[in-house]
């Protein structure tokens, strides 16, 4: 009797093992800069026309905040008017956080002049030369009251590039006051790591020893 004994802890090790490395093997949401394929952020602007930028893979202002009175029109990202309306971008977490390995995509913004700024189209990713739109905003932040479009902020993550935001100016407000909208990518397939597939071959490896026993 005593002999079944580690055989049957042997197997309920390798069952819970297996389970393990199984849910670990799983492709897991790794970051937007770990995607296979990931070649740039696209962002289309419009003030007068519509403008299209690209910051392509490892680009540092994917991985900065301009903070403070950084935001300016010597230090930005893009925008039309240097100075008056002014665009900084990163990578970040749901709630707009800087995460240089980030799951989502913040834009911020300010605005010096009486308009209906930071009018944005539409924020994609290009993704083995494919378009990746967002499939939505998770967050959003408008400027001085009475200056914006009211729910325009969903029209970012629309996939429509014949509609746009209009969250207003920063006249009046502190010197730090942004503009901002935050994007999620849900969907798009990530690349386990190599020791994810380390894990996952152990555990077929377990899952085969124990069939055999």
């Known amino acids: 009797m005593s002999l079944l004994k580690p055989t049957r802890s042997l197997h309920g090790a390798a069952r819970a093992l297996a389970v393990i490395c199984a849910a670990l093997a799983a492709p897991a949401w790794a970051g937007i800069p770990q995607l296979s394929g990931f070649?740039?952020?696209?962002?289309?602007?419009?003030?007068?026309?519509?403008?299209?930028?690209?910051?392509?893979?490892?680009?540092?202002?994917?991985?900065?905040?301009?903070?403070?009175?950084?935001?300016?029109?010597?230090?930005?990202?893009?925008?039309?008017?240097?100075g008056?309306?002014?665009?900084?971008?990163?990578?970040?977490?749901?709630?707009?956080?800087?995460?240089?390995?980030?799951?989502?995509?913040?834009?911020?913004?300010?605005?010096?002049?009486?308009?209906?700024?930071?009018?944005?189209?539409?924020?994609?990713?290009?993704?083995?030369g494919q378009v990746q739109y967002s499939t939505g905003v998770v967050r959003s932040v408008y400027g001085r009251a009475g200056?914006?479009?009211?729910?325009?902020?969903?029209?970012?993550?629309?996939?429509?590039?014949?509609?746009f935001t209009a969250l207003g100016d920063t006249i009046g407000l502190p010197a730090d006051a942004r503009m901002s909208v935050t994007l999620a990518f849900d969907g798009v397939p990530a690349v386990p790591e190599p020791g994810t597939w380390v894990l996952m071959a152990g555990g077929l490896l377990l899952i085969g020893l124990r069939r055999q026993r």
Not at 53 to 63: H, I, N, P, Y
Not at 115 to 122: A, D, I, P, V
Not at 147 to 158: K, L, M, N, R
Request: net charge negative; proline share 3%.
């Open 84 to 128: 008056d309306e002014n665009y900084d971008i990163y990578f970040s977490d749901a709630n707009g956080v800087l995460d240089p390995n980030g799951t989502h995509i913040t834009v911020d913004g300010n605005c010096f002049v009486p308009y209906n700024c930071f009018n944005l189209n539409e924020v994609a990713l290009v993704v083995n």
């Open 147 to 163: 200056s914006f479009w009211a729910d325009s902020a969903a029209y970012a993550g629309d996939g429509d590039l014949n509609t």
């Open 39 to 82: 070649e740039a952020v696209r962002i289309w602007e419009i003030t007068y026309y519509t403008q299209t930028v690209d910051f392509a893979a490892g680009d540092s202002r994917l991985t900065q905040v301009l903070t403070g009175t950084d935001l300016s029109g010597t230090q930005r990202d893009f925008g039309f008017f240097p």
